[in-house]
């Protein structure tokens, strides 16, 4: 080969390398020691190549994202030394991470290594320029956390890589937040150059922040769907040319046989968001446990007013961070009774667990005049240990319960005996060791517990309430789903619907035991509330303080009909 057809093949690779993205892809994958890139892959550069001014791509968890928008990044100055990139990742680390890799493929790139930085111009981890481009205040590249100070900066492409995670989008407040920070980055364009904003994720919730940003939207997950219109015209069109239903998107990353121990180990919720990208809502019975349903009240161990009111209204909500979905909110009572009385009876459930990251759970319950006063609950991964059966044994203590109803079905009873030594060093009272719970779990769950909430019989310690949601917001990571909150929000009649049920089960079981206890007629339930605030209006607008009458209503015998 002379030179002339040297320079002519190289300048035909070099042509192609700066207008086509996916085979630029590759050719970095193969300078940085990766295999080449999976067809998936193939299709988010072909979309990331066309150059959108702006969009929302979606794939699934671990489908090489983040790498391939740092690579398009390098592709984009290549094209034009005089672009402004601002790279925003959900969190400072991860800015960093992105950060350094883009740096470094300046150095591991051969197309690249012309552009890197000379000594008089900027070269930090988090912003740098490159060679060639023109003086500006803006770097060439500067990469930051979603949380960091974005007002004041500039760019021509802002790539908002993995912007929404579970630390900053587990409550509704943080998502109200995350979204504002988000519609800073339009202020951030530099009005005379074109301008682009991409973002690059997996959705955390099923209400993320994706679904309410007005940009075109396209959608990979890892298997081609059952039903299409689910995704409301955001589907990728190449995904229903991946095969049949079921059929993996990404057979040489995720094939089928990977999805399924993927799908088994994070359950069919989790399973549901991050790798088929659904975020749909189906109707208000798909999640027919709500927290505007329940009471929220700071509990007594002993007592409970004779009486309480329930409330949806607004002005009663509470200010606890929600974890459930946007707009279901607690609320405080309307009216308390002033009079307490002493709890009928005080019921403790145990939902034993072996091994493995489910916990042994407990859930105390009181039952007073028809209702449900669910005093505390928690759980500890210790198993059946004598460490965690100290730890029950102390709760049953602490309030003074009468009975304790562990799941007999766990171990044939064992798990009864081994509490049973225990417990009757701590504190000797009634096990029932008899009592059964049938038939597929999530069923049973929400069968026990729905009649209840909504018939607004529940009554939650706020005490205890709030404490949890202080341990979830600790590390929302590791412990949203084990959250009780959590999990009666989100709960299904879907086998394996959330990851972890053990306490929802555990309250479950409580509510099972005491049905019969507050099983209350509702025509009679409802005169007697009727009756109640009538007495109490009375006594506070017809009689005086002390008793007396001071007003009469009306000339008839009844002051009302």
């Given at each position: ?7 002519m ?6 042509r ?6 996916s085979?630029y ?9 990766l295999?080449n890139s999976?067809?998936l ?5 072909t ?13 699934a968890r ?5 790498w391939?928008?740092a ?14 990139i ?5 969190s ?8 350094t890799?883009?740096r ?17 111009q900027?070269d930090?981890?988090?912003?740098f ?10 770097p060439?590249v500067?990469?930051l ?12 492409l802002?790539i908002?890589d993995d912007v929404?995670?579970p ?5 509704e407040v943080m ?5 504002s920070?988000?519609?800073?980055f339009?202020a951030?364009?530099i009005?005379?150059m ?8 997996t959705p ?6 994706y ?10 997950p890892?298997?081609?769907?059952e039903?299409p ?8 069109e190449w995904v ?9 998107t990404?057979k040489v990353?995720f094939?089928n046989?990977?999805l ?13 968001l991050q ?11 798909k ?18 007013p ?6 949806g209204?607004k ?6 961070p ?8 607690l ?5 308390v ?15 034993p ?9 407990w859930c105390?319950v009181?039952?007073l005049s ?12 210790l ?6 059966l100290?730890?029950?044994?102390l709760k049953?203590k602490e309030?003074?319960?009468?009975e ?6 766990f171990g044939s ?19 029932i ?8 779990k999530?069923?049973?769950?929400l069968?026990?517990t729905?009649?209840?909430f ?8 706020e ?8 341990w979830?917001?600790s590390n ?8 009780l909150v ?9 086998k ?10 555990a ?5 099972q ?6 099983i209350?007629d ?23 303080s002390k008793?007396?009458?001071?007003a009469?209503?009306g ?7």
């Amino acid at each position: 080969m002379n030179k002339g057809e040297s320079y002519m093949r190289d300048e035909q690779l070099l042509r192609r390398l700066v207008t086509d993205f996916s085979f630029y892809l590759d050719y970095v994958y193969m300078n940085i020691g990766l295999p080449n890139s999976t067809p998936l892959q193939q299709r988010i550069a072909t979309i990331l190549g066309e150059n959108p001014s702006r969009l929302i791509l979606e794939a699934a968890r671990g489908t090489g994202k983040s790498w391939i928008g740092a690579i398009y990044t390098t592709w984009r100055l290549l094209k034009n030394p005089d672009e402004k990139i601002l790279v925003v990742s959900g969190s400072g680390a991860k800015a960093q991470e992105i950060a350094t890799f883009i740096r470094r493929l300046f150095e591991d790139v051969p197309i690249l290594r012309p552009l890197r930085p000379t000594k008089e111009q900027r070269d930090s981890i988090i912003a740098f320029d490159i060679r060639g481009c023109k003086v500006a205040i803006a770097p060439s590249v500067s990469c930051l956390g979603i949380t960091s100070q974005i007002t004041g900066k500039r760019a021509s492409l802002v790539i908002a890589d993995d912007v929404e995670i579970p630390s900053n989008s587990m409550t509704e407040v943080m998502r109200e937040k995350l979204i504002s920070r988000t519609q800073e980055f339009e202020a951030l364009l530099i009005p005379d150059m074109p301008s682009s904003i991409i973002y690059l994720g997996t959705p955390q919730s099923m209400e993320s922040i994706y679904n309410k940003l007005e940009y075109p939207t396209k959608i990979l997950p890892a298997q081609v769907p059952e039903d299409p219109m689910m995704y409301e015209g955001k589907l990728d069109e190449w995904v229903l040319l991946q095969g049949k239903a079921g059929e993996a998107t990404d057979k040489v990353r995720f094939p089928n046989e990977v999805l399924l121990e993927r799908q088994a180990g994070m359950g069919a919720a989790g399973y549901k968001l991050q790798y088929m990208l659904d975020t749909t809502l189906s109707d208000a019975e798909k999640f027919p446990l709500k927290q505007k349903d329940i009471i929220v009240l700071p509990l007594d161990k002993k007592e409970a007013p004779a009486t309480i009111t329930y409330t949806g209204s607004k002005e009663y909500a509470l200010d606890i961070p929600n974890i459930g979905f946007t707009g279901d909110r607690l609320h405080r009572p309307i009216r308390v009774s002033k009079d307490y009385l002493p709890y009928d009876k005080i019921i403790m459930s145990i939902d034993p667990s072996g091994s493995g990251t489910d916990e042994t759970t407990w859930c105390v319950v009181g039952i007073l005049s028809g209702n449900v006063y669910v005093l505390d609950w928690g759980g500890t991964k210790l198993g059946y240990s004598e460490e965690a059966l100290m730890i029950l044994a102390l709760k049953a203590k602490e309030y003074k319960v009468n009975e304790i109803v562990p799941e007999k079905n766990f171990g044939s009873g064992m798990f009864t005996e081994l509490f049973r030594k225990v417990l009757i060093k701590v504190y000797p009272c009634t096990i029932i060791d008899d009592f059964n719970v049938r038939g597929q779990k999530e069923t049973r769950i929400l069968n026990n517990t729905i009649p209840l909430f909504t018939n607004h019989q529940v009554i939650f310690n706020e005490t205890v309430l709030r404490d949890e949601i202080e341990w979830v917001q600790s590390n929302p990571v590791e412990n949203m789903q084990y959250s009780l909150v959590y999990q009666f929000t989100h709960a299904t009649y879907d086998k394996g619907a959330i990851p972890h049920d053990d306490r929802l089960d555990a309250m479950a079981i409580a509510f099972q035991y005491v049905s019969d206890m507050v099983i209350v007629d509702a025509n009679k339930r409802l005169q007697e509330i009727k009756e109640k605030e009538m007495e109490e209006w009375l006594n506070e607008t017809v009689y005086g303080s002390k008793g007396t009458k001071v007003a009469r209503i009306g000339g008839g015998s009844n002051i009302y009909h």
